[in-house]
Each structure stands twice: as structure tokens, then as C-alpha cells.
């Protein structure tokens, strides 16, 4: 079975400052791995995927993340920190068959300090 | 292009109370999906439909029901509200098989 484990459900930084939010999953097969972002009171919207290929992916707003299958990581990072990332960051494993089922983490809540 | 709606957008129920949660997508994808998302708990799947005419249960679905009405539409049913399914409900569509999965805005239920 698939599983994701984010570690911190709250995450500080200062305006500026490097953000790195951290995710590991388990799975039996090549994992399909996902970064969403949700903002208040919003639906989630997709910041980065991994499937094949490189394994360092750029999303949106200056994110990225690499896929480390050695430790079976896929942390999410941003160089420098802006007052409107604020929001929680979902990590999710898809099992990519015909049901394409998502497996999200629990969730981590970035705030970030002026 | 709207992408995935959802209605309504707020409830309140009492226990016992039904009430049906409305998704449609206009993306032409093959697979919806309808989560709960509870505080500290992530994103849960309730039910999903990886084609039209087809839906099977995910982690969570006692409780609840859904219709694959066409395509474009898959409905939630909660035939009879208890308190523990206060939650924000979403719902979400996909193509193939590995795509990205497009949130719809949610619905915030509440049972009292």
C-alpha cells in the first residue's frame, strides 16, 4: 500500500528565507508523486508533479522539488520565501493505474513572517 | 472555462437530515473523485468513478453514496447526516491515468 508521511504540520520562516517542507512516501511501485497548495477557505491547485524523467521538477511560484528514490523523498523547497506563499502544502503518491487514487499527507501549514 | 463546480458551497444539516452534493466538470476527463478534508487529516477518498457507468469505494465511504450521472457530473449522497461528517467536502477530476487531479472550490458541511 502507498502511503505519505509530511513531517511538521507547521512550518515558520521569515520573509526572504529558504523554505523547505519535507515529504516521504512509501510505495511498492514507481511512485507518481504530487505537490499541492491550498489556499484559505480555496480548493487545492497543483504546484509541481513528478513521473518520470528528471528528477528535479520546477512548478509554479519559484517552487521545486526533487525526487530522491534512495531515500524515497520528494521534499518541496523555495530559494526565498514571499508573504503570499503562506497556505498548506499537501504531498500525494498516485498509484497512476487506470483509478489514478491519490494519497495525500496530512498537510503542512507554511506561515511566513515579515 | 470553468473547470470543476461544486454546489453548494456551505450547509448546515441536522443529524438525520439528507442532502445530495452536486460536481461537474467540463474538462471531457474520464475519473472524478470526492474527498473529505478534516484538520490534521489531510485529504481523505470517499468514493471515485474511473469512468462513466463505474464507481468504487476509497478509505472512507460509509455513510455516503454517489451517482456517475454522465460524464461530466458525479454526485455525493449523505442519506442520513451524523455530527463526525462535518467536514469540507471536494471534489476532483482527472484524464489518463498519472494526470493531474483539478480541485473543485469545496463544500463546508456542517452537521449539527
Known amino acids: 500500500a502507498q502511503s505519505v508521511t509530511q513531517l511538521g504540520s507547521h512550518v515558520s520562516v521569515s520573509e526572504g528565507a529558504l523554505v523547505l517542507l519535507r515529504c516521504n512516501y512509501s510505495?511498492?511501485?514507481?511512485?507518481?508523486l504530487f505537490w499541492y497548495v491550498q489556499y484559505p477557505n480555496q480548493g487545492l491547485q497543483l504546484l509541481l508533479k513528478?513521473?518520470?524523467?528528471?528528477?528535479l521538477v520546477k512548478g509554479i511560484n519559484g517552487f521545486e522539488a526533487e525526487f530522491k528514490k534512495s531515500e524515497t523523498s520528494f521534499h518541496l523547497t523555495k530559494p526565498s520565501a514571499h508573504m503570499s506563499d503562506a497556505a498548506e502544502y499537501f504531498c500525494?503518491?498516485?498509484?497512476?493505474?487506470?483509478?489514478?487514487?491519490?494519497?495525500f499527507g496530512t498537510g503542512t501549514l507554511l506561515a511566513v513572517q515579515p | 472555462n470553468a473547470g470543476v463546480t461544486q454546489t453548494p458551497k456551505f450547509q448546515v444539516l441536522k443529524t438525520g437530515q439528507s442532502m445530495t452534493l452536486q460536481c461537474a466538470q467540463d474538462?471531457?476527463?474520464?475519473?472524478m473523485y470526492w474527498y473529505r478534508q478534516d484538520p490534521g487529516m489531510g485529504l481523505r477518498l470517499i468514493y471515485y468513478?474511473?469512468?462513466?457507468?463505474?464507481?468504487d469505494k476509497g478509505e472512507v465511504p460509509n455513510g455516503y453514496n454517489v451517482s456517475r450521472l454522465n460524464k461530466r457530473e458525479f454526485s455525493l449522497r449523505l442519506e442520513s447526516a451524523a455530527p463526525s461528517q462535518t467536514s469540507v467536502y471536494f471534489c476532483?477530476?482527472?484524464?489518463?491515468?498519472?494526470?493531474?487531479?483539478?480541485f473543485g472550490p469545496g463544500t463546508r458541511l456542517l452537521v449539527l
Open positions: 474538462m471531457n476527463h474520464n475519473s
Open positions: 513528478y513521473t518520470t524523467g528528471a528528477t
Open positions: 500525494a503518491v498516485s498509484d497512476y493505474g487506470a483509478t489514478n487514487k491519490l494519497i
Open positions: 468513478s474511473a469512468s462513466e457507468g463505474t464507481t
Open positions: 476532483a477530476s482527472a484524464g489518463r491515468g498519472g494526470e493531474t487531479q483539478y
Open positions: 510505495s511498492s511501485v514507481p511512485p507518481y
